[in-house]
């Protein structure tokens, strides 16, 4: 088990090219902060989903449809005049921008009109958010979860420590199915053994057996070693974090 605060792409060994985030419990604060680290280290990042998200706050957006042939914005050069945000305060060296489609009503944006793998010609980094977790801290996935778009070369599997030992039906989504595959009703606590569980049969089913795992929220755990209880069932290294938007 690694915990970090910091340096989260050494950690997560991401290389270049396409990242898929999948799970629950900060995907998108993940997907930011990681984001924002690999600029700093001079990357030209572009943040998106495969599905629907929130836009990223603080991140300039490219736009609706059109395509991104023109160089993304530069940190350095505001994205609006007098901006503050993160981004624009003082980072010089690499890039970052935000794509997709923005639903009006639901103010939520879709995968970028142009393919990922095109994108990726074009940028360092395409860190894409591949599901969705209604806000919960654990889930289950459904058949047609996750959309990893075509050359990913990093999955990263986030799972929210918030949600260990406390009742399923309050804490995952889609509990049904998280019941079937670990043998519990969703009454029942989500414990780090059953959590580990269901995350094994996704692992093999999905086969995603490269993922890289990381345990979030570890500093809302009253107790400390269900941690360490929902790696050893694993019976793979983990690495744990409490990220903050």
């Known amino acids: 088990m690694e915990t970090v605060s910091g340096n989260l792409a050494s950690a997560l060994r991401i290389e270049p090219d396409i990242t898929a985030i999948i ?22 990042v572009l943040l998106c989903t495969t599905t629907r998200m ?8 490219d736009g609706s449809g059109r395509r991104l042939d023109a160089a993304p914005w530069k940190p350095g050069a505001p994205h609006a005049l007098g901006c503050t945000c993160e ?4 980072l010089v060296r690499g890039s970052i921008c935000q794509a997709g489609v923005l639903d009006p009503q639901t103010g939520k944006l879709s995968s970028p009109a142009e393919p990922l793998d095109q994108l990726a010609q074009r940028f360092d980094y395409v860190l894409a958010e591949a599901d969705g977790s209604k806000r919960l801290p654990l889930k ?7 959309v990893v778009p075509a050359g990913t070369v990093n999955v990263i599997w986030l799972v929210g420590a918030s949600g260990l030992g406390k009742p399923v039906a309050e804490v995952v989504h889609r509990p049904k ?7 519990c009703e969703p009454t029942d606590a989500a414990t780090p053994e059953r959590v580990a569980m269901v995350l094994n049969a996704e692992l093999r ?10 345990l979030n929220q570890v500093d809302t755990l009253a107790d400390p070693t269900m941690a360490d209880r929902f790696e050893a069932v694993l019976d793979r290294s983990i690495i744990t974090t409490s990220l903050k938007g």
């Open 177 to 183: 199915l998280f019941c079937e595959r670990c043998g």
């Open 54 to 61: 929130f836009p990223v706050a603080g991140v300039p957006w």
């Open 140 to 146: 289950a996935h459904a058949p047609w979860e996750p």
């Open 205 to 214: 089913m999905l086969n995603l057996n490269n993922a890289r795992i990381m």
């Open 23 to 44: 799970g629950s419990g900060g995907k998108s604060t993940l997907l930011k902060t990681l984001g924002l680290e690999l600029m700093r280290a001079g990357g030209r």
């Open 87 to 90: 981004a624009c305060a003082g």
